[in-house]
C-alpha cells in the first residue's frame, strides 16, 4: 500500500511543474513527502493513543497519560519537546448517567451528560417530562408554565454524513439559543434528543460552558422519539435523571510543544497543532487522534532526514480543545510577547477525510502562498480555499489575535456522523487517505517554514472589523466565546 500511496504523489510532482526544480527547498520537500507516504509508525502511533490509552478528557488521569505519550513520541523522534501549563476554569467529568420515563409507560433510556452539566441530587431528579419541540419560542409559548419545574426534552434533526459539518454547526447554533428559552422558561433540566440513531450518544458542551447551573443531557434517540409520541397522543409522563459529577474549580493542564529550530531565521515561527484531548465516549480517533499522530510523524520524518527549515517550526498538540478551546488559548497568552513573530498558525481537526484546501479566516492575503505551497501536491487537489472565518477549533485565539490562520477543510467522509461518539474509535480511520493528508500538510508546513515573505498580523481595529463584516460575531455567539472577546479575556488588546 505505501509504494501505492508513494507512487501516486510522485507522479503528482513529476507531472507537476515546479517553481524551480533545482531549489533545494523543493528537493527537500519531495523526500518529506516520500517519507511521509512510506513504511512509518505513524498508524502504530494512531493505535497506541486510540486503543492504548482511549478517550482523553481534560482533567483525566488518560489525559495526563496522553501528554507523557506526547513527549515520548517526539522525544524519540529526536524532536525537542517539552510541555506547557495552562489553566483549566473548572474540572469536570461524568462518573455516571441514568434516565428514566414513567407514567403512561415505564422505560429505561441511555443518556449521556453534556459537559459542564450539574449533578442531581443522590437520589436523583424527578419532574414532568414535556414535549418542548424543536425548542423554538413558538413551541415554549405553546408550553406556557407547563415548563415551569419540567425537564423540557428538545427533538433534533439527524445528524449523518449528508448533513456534515454544515448539520454539526446548525446543532450548535440551535442548542445556543434553546437553553436560554428553556432556563428563561423555568425548566429544571433539558434534555437534547441525540441527533444520532440506534441509540448512538455523545458529548456537546452546554453552550453556557462553565456558566451552567442546570442539568442538561443527551438521550437515545429511539427512547426520546418513544416519549415524544406519548406524549403527543395525550399521556404524561415523568423523567427521573441520576448524575454524578467529579467536579471542582480550576486547575491546570498541559499542551506538548515540539519544536525544530530554525536554521536562518529561527525567531520566525509556524505552529501547526492538532487537539491531543477528546471526550471520554469513544476514543477520539476521527477527533482529533488521527491529526495528532499524523503531525508528530511529519516531525519525525524532518529530523530524520536531517532538513533545516529556514524558520522555527512548533508542532502543538493541544489540551482542552474540547472543553473550551482552552489549551491553544493558553499558549497565545504566554507566548502573547512573540505573536508578532509568529508567521501562521494551522489546525488540522475534521478527521480523515480529504484535505480540499484551507479556510483562510478572512484573510485573503494567504490564499496566493497557500497555492503556491500545494503546487508540488496538485495531484491529491483539486484545492479550493474558503476566505471565510471558522471557529471551533485552535485557530480561534491566534485569529482573534490577528495572527495568520488555517484550518484544514477536509471532506466531511464519516466525520460527523462520529463526532464526539462512543463510535469514534480507530477502526473509523481511512489509513490510506490520513497518508495523502500528510503529504498535503508536509508541503504546507515546508512551504511555511521556509518562504520569504509573510502576511502581516492584523490589528485589533482589524479583527474588529472582521467580526463585524462576516459571520464571525455569531459564530462565537453560537459557540459560547462572545462574552470572553468582549469582555477582553481573548483576543488582541
Known sequence: MYKFLLGIVLFALLGTPLANANDPVTSDLER?????LGDTPMIDDLKSLTDGIGGRATGSEANLRAVEWGLERFES????????????????????????????????????????????????????????????????????????????????PVLDDEAGLAGLFQEYGDAAVIEPRAIGAGAVGIIFMSSRPKGLLYRHNAALGVANIHP?????????????????????????ARIQISGGGSYQAYNVIG????????????IFGAHLDSHDMGTGALDNGANVAMLIDIARQITRLGLKPKRTIRFALWNGEEMGIMGSLGYTRSHRDELDNHIVAAAFDIGTGRITGFF????????????????PVAGLGPFV????????????????????????????????????????????????????????????????????????????????ALIENTALGQQLRNMGFWNDWEEGARGRQ
Open 32 to 36: 518529506l513527502i516520500g517519507a511521509v
Open 77 to 156: 523522534a529526536g524532536v525537542l519537546a517539552n510541555k506547557e501549563a495552562f489553566t483549566m476554569p473548572r474540572a469536570w467529568l461524568e462518573v455516571s448517567a441514568t434516565g428514566s420515563v414513567s407514567g403512561i409507560a415505564t422505560f429505561p433510556v441511555a443518556v449521556a451528560t453534556r459537559p459542564f452539566s450539574t449533578a442531581t441530587p443522590d437520589g436523583g431528579l424527578a419532574a414532568p417530562l414535556v414535549d418542548a419541540g424543536f425548542g423554538t419560542g413558538q413551541d415554549f409559548a405553546r408550553l406556557g408554565e407547563a415548563a415551569l419545574g419540567a425537564w423540557v426534552l428538545i427533538e433534533t
Open 216 to 240: 442538561q443531557l443527551t438521550m437515545e434517540r429511539e427512547g426520546a422519539k418513544r416519549a415524544l409520541r406519548l406524549l403527543r397522543g395525550g399521556g404524561a409522563l415523568n423523567f427521573t
Open 259 to 270: 519544536e525544530i529550530p530554525g536554521s536562518t531565521r529561527a525567531d520566525e515561527i509556524v
Open 360 to 375: 483562510t479566516n478572512g484573510m485573503a492575503a494567504l490564499i496566493p502562498p497557500v497555492e503556491r505551497y500545494l503546487i
Open 385 to 464: 480555499h474558503v476566505n471565510a472565518p471558522i471557529v471551533g477549533t485552535d485557530n480561534l485565539d491566534f485569529m482573534l489575535e490577528g495572527v495568520p490562520n488555517l484550518v484544514a477543510n477536509q471532506e466531511d467522509a464519516n466525520y460527523a456522523s462520529n463526532y464526539h461518539a462512543s463510535s469514534d474509535t480507530f477502526d473509523k480511520v481511512d489509513q490510506s487517505q490520513l497518508r495523502l493528508n500528510a503529504a498535503v500538510a508536509a508541503a504546507i508546513i515546508w512551504g511555511f517554514a521556509n518562504d520569504e515573505g509573510r502576511v502581516p498580523r492584523q490589528s485589533r481595529a482589524e479583527v474588529e
